[in-house]
């Protein structure tokens, strides 16, 4: 599916022009409800009202073991997920923000010098570029250079999302991690109302159904991919709800890494896998996603995929992993917990 030009335009006057501040959204599907965690709650302390004003977001998608990384941020907008990650990333890595909105962009270059000051680094290390997410090459991103992608809230706005899919794939490193929040359907939202400015800029036309969703990262090569949480969307709009009929929405946070190991279902190699309460942030337990939390210490059965994801990734020195692929004993029972959410 190409993109459709009037469509983009439309999205960036919206958040270029109409809308100057969160108190401008028309409905609450761009807004994240849980509190952030508190290790960045203290950086959001010390990131610029404005720059705060003008975000918009669904969720928090900031990774955990990110210091001297190299990391992208599609639907940037005025910079708050990037800055947050510019101070844990540290000196020695870097941060690419890209955005489609230059009022976005403008917002979030004038704060570079001064949020590195407040972060206590001698430059600033991070940048903005104006692009789109289908075409990250025009932004001068190489193929396998970047250790981790996240995304806020963007992706829904694309008209091509599996081309997106496919360039975070090819952009990313070898066991490289994709980590976004967006807003996901329960079912096929009808193109027709794409055609609704405030429907598709503020994330509810574009949202993908699930099982679209688990298609487009199959075919980008990811056939396994994990949700971390999933909340339902409220659209607290009258009459937006009335032409959205019997849709239900939900926030998800999903991870995904870049691995050629990794199979479409979970096998069972009689692997275990033991957290060694290495990260700082995390010594007691470690969530890979809702359905495995590695308590520190404690050994824990998991399937093939699971053990490539903490083995061959950035998490593999905060694990022991026990076991390799020699044997198999059939299909790994690796089924997420029951959720309420709309997908």
Not at 210 to 229: H, I, K, S, T, Y
């Given at each position: 599916?190409?993109?459709?030009?009037?469509?983009?335009?439309?999205?960036?006057?919206?958040?270029?022009?109409?809308?100057?501040?969160?108190?401008?959204?028309?409905?609450?599907?761009?807004?994240?409800?849980?509190?952030?965690?508190?290790?960045?709650?203290?950086?959001?302390?010390?990131?610029?009202?404005?720059?705060?004003?003008?975000?918009?977001?669904?969720?928090?998608?900031?990774?955990?073991?990110?210091?001297?990384?190299?990391?992208?941020?599609?639907?940037?907008?005025?910079g708050r997920d990037s800055y947050l990650v510019s101070a844990l990333v540290g000196a020695q890595g870097k941060v690419i923000g890209v955005d489609m909105t230059s009022e976005q962009l403008e917002v979030a270059r004038r704060h570079r010098h001064s949020q590195a000051r407040r972060f206590g680094l001698s430059q600033a290390n991070v940048e903005f570029r104006l692009g789109r997410f289908e075409d990250l090459a025009a932004c001068d991103i190489t193929d396998n250079s970047v250790d981790v992608v996240i995304s806020n809230c963007a992706i829904n706005l694309s008209d091509d999302k599996a081309q997106v899919f496919a360039e975070i794939y090819r952009v990313l490193k070898p066991g490289g991690e994709l980590l976004f929040s967006d807003v996901f359907a329960d079912r096929r939202v009808p193109p027709i109302l794409n055609e609704d400015t405030v429907l598709h800029a503020e994330c509810l036309a574009g949202a993908l159904y699930?099982?679209?969703?688990?298609?487009?990262?199959?075919?980008?090569?990811?056939?396994?991919?994990?949700?971390?949480?999933e909340h339902r969307t409220s659209v607290d709009n009258p009459e937006l709800e009335a032409k959205l009929g019997l849709i239900e929405f939900c926030s998800m946070t999903v991870r995904a890494f870049k691995l050629a190991s990794l199979e479409d279902r979970c096998e069972d190699y009689g692997q275990v896998a033991c957290y060694l309460g290495t990260i700082t942030e995390q010594p007691h337990q470690f969530i890979l996603d809702d359905h495995h939390t590695f308590v520190s210490g404690k050994p824990m059965?998991?399937?093939?995929?699971?053990?490539?994801?903490?083995?061959?990734?950035?998490?593999?020195?905060?694990?022991?992993?026990?076991?390799?692929?020699?044997?198999?004993?059939?299909?790994?029972?690796?089924?997420?917990?029951?959720?309420?959410?709309?997908?």
């Open positions: 599916m190409m993109s459709n030009p009037d469509h983009q335009q439309g999205i960036a006057r919206y958040y270029g022009k109409v809308l100057q501040g969160q108190r401008d959204l028309k409905t609450g599907a761009c807004c994240a409800r849980a509190a952030p965690e508190p290790r960045l709650q203290r950086l959001l302390d010390e990131i610029d009202p404005e720059i705060l004003e003008r975000f918009y977001g669904c969720g928090s998608p900031i990774p955990p073991v990110i210091t001297g990384c190299t990391v992208l941020d599609l639907g940037c907008g005025s699930r099982e679209d969703f688990r298609r487009m990262m199959n075919q980008a090569g990811w056939p396994d991919f994990r949700v971390l949480a059965l998991v399937c093939g995929n699971t053990a490539a994801m903490l083995s061959q990734t950035r998490l593999s020195r905060h694990f022991s992993i026990s076991g390799d692929r020699a044997r198999h004993f059939g299909l790994f029972d690796c089924a997420p917990r029951q959720t309420t959410a709309c997908c």
